[in-house]
């Protein structure tokens, strides 16, 4: 069983409102939620005291929703609290991750899933960014922007290419000629390369370590930013890497700086490896994740640094879900 909710407001206390804004918040839930009628159990409505003229409840029948229990309830006066609102709490034979809605002027109650926010998540290699941010973009029901695929497909061309990935002539010219586009399929990123999903192909060692020097080059990185501030600045996204809460978007809602020891995030990364078929000399790739903190925190432009108004999580000792969580409370906390 999953609990979602959801509020709305109303102009004015009439049944023509209540209807349009009952039957509003009701289909907002089920699209959100990929909902199906019959999958709703029950729904508890309760209404602030200023609403008297028609029950939600009578107004959720009337939207169709006929084969679950409907209840409607009266809440008691709360000085200084919103007026005209009504709130929802839908009860669903689904086990997944609910996507709250909140319409109208009860964007207010949770501004974390009814605005437009973007929420930004640096650190060095193996701290555990991509992980979390994909998570929470999830439970948040926005877009995960891997910012990281998208430098790594620039070096996939520079490698095919046989261009030498430190010399920045050779790379901007490679730019101008490459077509890079960032797709979504069933929710989930994928990179094409002139056409070509290569979106497994730059996740190799060798890939990783030339996104680094390519990120470098400032054409690559005004290319790449332009397009993640363009992205950004049209829906809710999380993104992840080095610069986003310095660089691509110093504006951003929400700053993280994630980080590990060294021997941490050389483990994370040799246990992903392994699991994707690479044999992995662990020492080999400690210095390797050293040489990549060098090489990304001493780069001119946009250096691998922990924005002023970022929160720092050392993510050594803790869980995936008890980072998520520590965010989550953060977001809320600044809420």
Known sequence: MTVIR????IAED????????VRELLEQIESRNSLKRDEVVSIVFSSTSDIHSFYPAKAAREAGFESCSLFSAQEPDIDGGLKLCIRA???VEKNETPHHVYLRGARVLRKDVAQKFNVAIDGP???GKSTIAKLLAHDYNILYLDTGAMYRACALAALRAGIDVSDEAQVCALMRGIALDIVY????????????????SIRSP?????ASAVSKHV????KMVEKQREIAGKMSCVLDGRDIGTFVLPDADFKFFLTASADVRAKRRADEMAAKGYRVDFEALKREIAARDEQDSTREIAPLKQADDAVLIDTSDMTIEEVLRTIKQKMQEKI
């Not at 060798?206 to 030339?210: I, L, N």
């Open 219 to 222: 054409s690559v990185r005004m």
């Open 89 to 91: 709490m839908l009860f």
């Open 206 to 210: 060798e890939v990783s370590m030339a």
């Open 14 to 21: 009439t049944p023509e409102e209540i209807r349009a804004a």
């Open 185 to 200: 399929r069933d929710g989930v990123q994928h990179t094409l390369l002139d056409g070509e999903d290569v979106s497994e």
């Open 125 to 127: 290699a193996g701290s």
């Open 6 to 9: 959801g509020a709305t407001t």
